[in-house]
């Protein structure tokens, strides 16, 4: 099982905080699970092209969509922030 977790305005587009899933077979990196998800849920398709600049931290690391995953992960999509 790996946990998604979805922040700030992506959270609110996809109506879910966090969503704990089997990673599916053919999925090793941050940006096939998108795409996974993208294809296998509308309002998570819509909330990701909403938002297609995003931030991505896997076990509260920050990464790119080309960092591997792995069972047991948790990966976190956010819009960019910043502060001041």
Known sequence: MI???FFAALRERAGR????MTLPDGVSTVG???????????TLG???????????A???V????????????VVALFPPVTGG
């Open 3 to 5: 946990q998604v977790r």
């Open 17 to 20: 905080e966090v969503l704990e």
């Open 32 to 42: 096939e699970l998108v795409s996974w998800l993208e294809e296998s849920d509308e």
């Open 46 to 56: 819509r909330a990701l092209a909403a938002t297609p600049c995003r931030m991505v």
């Open 58 to 60: 896997v076990n509260e």
């Open 62 to 73: 920050l990464a790119s969509e080309a960092s591997d995953i792995e069972d047991g992960d």
